[in-house]
């Protein structure tokens, strides 16, 4: 996709449920979680609302919420975080937060939780080529400095969802052009290497 148009068509249950089973594998072949954790309360720094807060698609949260009690809006407490619900909450995605790490339940952990700390990397022609770890989680996510470890079998499911989800909601794609834009222009400014993982249709 190189052309974005206006579009944003609702997932339905059966899309959720094969993205759902696209994204089920782990990212690394070891528990990733106890790398952050020791630093993190004995938690996994991204399954904290104070770290993290996680967004759903608008259809996924009411799916969820048919199947499941562990999902709920989410409900800011400062001043800070009432501005960003407010600002940052979209036409498709809503903030949400889980009961915790400790009422998990792996099949009902949403799109985000499954694609953490991944996101789309669309370059300066439009194309969308691999895959981007969040630069708001430099410094915080270990992988940061192990994505070598994320597996090539992962890497291209994610690519595999993004290509899909990218076809229903223009708006997303814009939003990720805007992000890598942004990755770009703050590698530029320190040297740093894009931290990108190609598929494997395009790596190899
Ligand atoms: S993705 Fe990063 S922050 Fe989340 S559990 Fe794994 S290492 Fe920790
Ligand atoms: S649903 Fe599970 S994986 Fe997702 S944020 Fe909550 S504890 Fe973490």
Known sequence: MTKSTSRNIPLTSEEIRYFYDLLDESLTPYDCGKLCAPKNGGEPLCCS????VPMLYREEFAYLAKRTELWARWKPKTDVDKKMKKEDETKLLVFCECKGIAHCEREN???????FPLEPYIDAQGKFIGLIFMKEFRGKCPLQTRLKDIKQSVVDKHFQFWTLLFEKKSDEYDLYKGTSRGWRISAAKTGQQLPILYPAAVSA
């Open 49 to 52: 609302v104070e770290n993290a």
């Open 109 to 115: 952990r949403s799109i985000c939780c499954r694609t």
